[in-house]
């Protein structure tokens, strides 16, 4: 099991750059640059006021010095010119470029008041500089997330200077250098724009505060829990991955990460109750996956959602929370139906942690995640203060729970100092691994406004008259077109980047599109359309590298793994469709808990019909006629308007709708189980 485990945790440390083997020197100055950044950003939290394009850049300037410190040029050996694959030191040219890098990337701190004189009209220094700034960031991304950002950024760019000469269709006015680097590089309007300027002052914490947890031992903690609460059931060990990755989403935005985390334990447990390899690892692709939707903490770009749609967090945690409960409800379903096809039982009770010692040994850190929901949701703070809060209790709670650990041992008679100081270490370790995550993060928000800097300055327009052109006036098929795009643009770049991009283009035009043709689209509808495409992309196949990760724990083929996985993942793919066309999904202008809760038990009930009719079964094997009333009773639940529209019924009668499509629901329960009772048993 070493190996396979191994193999997955290498797919991490590609994510995270961890490629580079230090000398003991080099750590001593990588971990001390990460653990500058923790401080720094906690600093930023509490009592350091500075202007916001300052944090920004200082922000961006850690990342690019991590990643080149840390990432050598080529990933893999190579004979010609060797020494920019070096993986066992840094060499002098990486020190090179960690250098005019952050010099490149801080030059719009140290000219700040030049650069505020001279705004739109750059000097010939100014363009140097902001064209090295874009070129390093375009080559740090490269390394920390692969070529596909850069790429396209490099596109968008090239399409910027050409535009003129395309032919009329694409024709667009085009920038001049000037033009472009003041935009790009020497405002906020670019590099320095609101996804860094969110990634700089909000969703670091937040992934600070995830790394602390990881490292002082919640994930065992929460798989654990799981475990011991669902392993007994008929699929447990299934059933228990899916809340323990749910709980570790809670603090954590990475699929992989999660993946590694919880995938270590739980894809075996499901191995040995009977789940086929590339089931129990598509199970744990998708579980991990949608670790992301899950409120109060969300992915990355949730944080960003907020800031383009100009509503306060906890708004966007209230709508992304019946989607993201009915999204897992529904995958639970799935391991169920799949239990019952194969036959299999829970786990046998030796193999079940108690509830109680878990409890016991764990519950400590479930009182920051408490913390920091009651200071969201209750006080509703802002989330940079929430986080803060929560990660200053749980500093706390490591240095308790580590010199507990030392006095209940009895190895140690000066427990109290020992404990201290294993406290303080795995802090700081949290504080590197928060460091290390963050890399990734911060350069695909800083690359990817290249793209919105230039959406912004008519590329955008252009776009929206071609797409909607495509979609030739049909919300559904832009919708289509949308969900298409997202899924292809993320098999290269991670989720908030594949978010930023989809947003600005098409957040906007399926709101314009919606309300032209009847059809009212909230705008945050539309970015959560976004976002969730984003996020299915993680395992979409070929790429999908959350698949690979989990393929490798389960030792099953990676591409078979990714198509079941996304065959999971179609019943949270039909959730952002019917949430554009039923705002009620997300709440939208309703704040009734009783009416809240009612649209939320349909959603279930909607999204438990169309997972039968994914995995052929409901309580025994689908035969074709039941296929439309599942269907039917889908559409029903999700979006009760339906009957209104089609029977010209008083919109008052909305949510008694409700009833005829349980009634289809119903109706195929009583056929089945009829059949189980007159026939041979499946």
Known sequence: MPDKSDKAKEILKEETGEIRVFRPHEKFLFNTIAISWALFQLALASFLIMNSTYVRAI???????????????????????????????IPLID??????????????????????????????????????????????????????????????????????????????KGVTLSKYVSQISLSTEGIYGIPLGVSATIVYLFVLLGSMLEKAGAGKFFIDLAISLLGKYKGGPAKASIVSSALTGLVSGSSIA????????????????????????????????????????????????????????????????IPAFVSYFALFFVTHLEASKLGMKGLPPEKIPSFKKTIKNGAHYLIPIGLLVYELVVLRHSPELAAYRSILLLGGIILIQEVIKLKKSKTQSNYLFQGIKNGIKLIGEGFIGGSRSMISVALACASAGIIVGLVNTGIGSMITEIVEQLAQGNIFLL?????????????????????????????????????RYGYFVPLMAAHLFCFYFGILADDTPPVGLASYAAAALADSEPIPTGLQGFLYDMRTAIIPFMFV????????????????????????FAAFAFTSVLQGWLITKNKWYDIPFLLAATLILFDPEILISIFKLSPHLKYLMY??????FGVVLLIQKSRINTSPAY
């Open 581 to 604: 066309f039923n705002p009620d999904l997300i709440l939208h202008h309703i704040n009734s808990w009783p009416l809240g809760i009612l649209i939320f038990v349909m959603a279930i």
């Open 659 to 664: 009833i005829p499509g349980l009634i289809l």
């Open 59 to 89: 922000h961006l300037a850690f990342a690019m010095v991590l990643v080149f410190l840390s990432i050598p040029f080529f990933k893999k050996p190579k004979k010609i010119l060797s020494f920019l694959s070096i993986t066992n030191k």
């Open 258 to 321: 999660n993946i590694v985390t919880t995938g270590t334990f739980t894809i075996p447990l499901m191995k040995s109750v009977g789940y086929p390899a590339t089931k129990a690892a598509a199970t744990e692709v998708a579980a991990s996956t949608d670790g992301q939707l899950m409120p109060p903490v969300m992915g990355a770009a949730a944080f960003i959602i907020a800031e383009y749609v100009n509503v306060p967090y906890i708004d966007v945690v209230k709508a992304a929370a």
């Open 479 to 515: 919708l289509v077109i949308t969900a298409i795009a997202s899924l292809l643009l993320g098999m290269g770049l991670p989720t908030t980047a594949t978010y930023i991009v989809m947003a600005s283009l098409t957040a906007p035009v399926i709101v314009e599109v919606g309300s």
């Open 95 to 172: 020190y090179i470029f960690a250098i005019v890098g952050a010099i490149s990337v801080l030059y719009i701190v140290i000219d700040y008041n030049g650069l505020a004189m001279r705004a739109g009209s750059p000097i010939p220094r100014d363009i140097i500089f902001g064209l090295l700034a874009i070129i390093m960031l375009l080559e740090a991304t490269r390394r920390s997330i692969g070529p596909a950002l850069s790429f396209i950024a490099l596109l968008f760019t090239a399409y910027a200077f050409f535009g003129p000469y395309m032919p009329d269709v694409l024709a667009y």
